[in-house]
Nanobody, 127 residues
Framework: QGQFVESGGDLVQFGGSLRLSCLASGFSVENRAVVWFRQAPGKEREGVAC????????YYRKFVRGRFTISRDNVANTAYLQLTNLKPDDTAVYSCATIGPGCKVGWQSTTATAEYWGQGTQVTVSS
């Protein structure tokens, strides 16, 4: 059964940067939008960015827009999330999953229906 394998999480200081990767194993992301989610301790999982398979366009939640950049490489079967200007509130386990081909309205709330979840990668931002 396919799943994503996330990597790149680390402990960084306030204002630091990281690049997260999620490699699809056992399936192809070519015709699937990929959503990066995160879950902080004691909080619900939330979608932060989505990259469409139709045109490669990225979509972002307001609280990460301008700081995070999502991208994809279909040849490498991988999606990426570049995190910059990190804040302590960004501390969470980041994971990715797939939805339909595009990032339709409501993509950020697809936790229940998204597929191929990985184990996630921990991002910790110190103040």
């Amino acid at each position: 059964q396919g799943q994503f394998v996330e990597s790149g999480g680390d402990l960084v200081q306030f204002g630091g940067s990281l690049r997260l990767s999620c490699l699809a194993s056992g399936f192809s992301v070519e015709n699937r939008a990929v959503v990066w989610f995160r879950q902080a301790p004691g909080k619900e999982r939330e979608g932060v960015a989505c990259v469409s398979s139709v045109d490669g366009q990225g979509y972002y939640r307001k609280f990460v827009r301008g700081r995070f950049t999502i991208s994809r490489d279909n040849v490498a079967n991988t999606a990426y999330l570049q995190l910059t200007n990190l804040k302590p509130d960004d501390t969470a386990v980041y994971s990715c999953a797939t939805i339909g081909p595009g990032c339709k309205v409501g993509w950020q709330s697809t936790t229940a229906t998204a597929e191929y979840w990985g184990q996630g990668t921990q991002v910790t931002v110190s103040s």
